[in-house]
Nanobody
C-alpha cells in the first residue's frame, strides 16, 4: 500500500505563490504517473498537472505558465509550484499516484484559498 501525505496549502492573496508537496510512504518505482486534481465546492474533480515516470509533464490550460510540477525521486516526493495565483484557483487539491498494476492512490487533500 502506498500512502500519500500532502502539505503546503493555505491562504494566499491573488498574485501570490504556494508550493504543494506530496510524499509517498513507499518507493514509487511502480508508479507510472503522479500529480494533482482539484475540486471546488459544487464542481467536479479536475486534473491540474501530472508528471510521468519518464519525467514528462502535462497541465490544464487554466494553469499553464503559472504552475510547475516536479519530483524528487530520492525523497519519493512530487511538488507543485503555484505562482500568480488567482481566486479561481481556490479548491481542495488532491495528490494522486497511478500504479502500473493497481488502483490509483489519493492523498488526503489540502485546501488552497486565494483571496484578498
Amino acid at each position: 500500500q502506498v500512502q500519500l501525505v500532502e502539505s503546503g496549502g493555505g491562504l494566499v492573496q491573488p498574485g501570490g505563490s504556494l508550493r504543494l508537496s506530496c510524499a509517498a510512504s513507499r518507493s514509487t518505482f511502480s508508479i507510472e504517473a503522479m500529480g494533482w486534481y482539484r475540486q471546488a465546492p459544487g464542481n467536479q474533480r479536475d486534473l491540474v498537472a501530472t508528471i510521468s515516470d519518464g519525467g514528462f509533464t502535462n497541465y490544464a490550460d487554466s494553469v499553464k505558465g503559472r504552475f510547475a510540477i516536479s519530483r524528487d525521486s530520492a525523497k519519493n516526493t512530487v511538488y507543485l509550484q503555484m505562482n500568480s495565483l488567482k481566486p479561481e484557483d481556490t479548491a481542495v487539491y488532491y495528490c494522486y499516484a497511478r500504479p502500473r498494476f493497481a488502483n490509483t492512490y489519493w492523498g488526503q487533500g489540502t485546501q488552497v484559498t486565494v483571496s484578498s
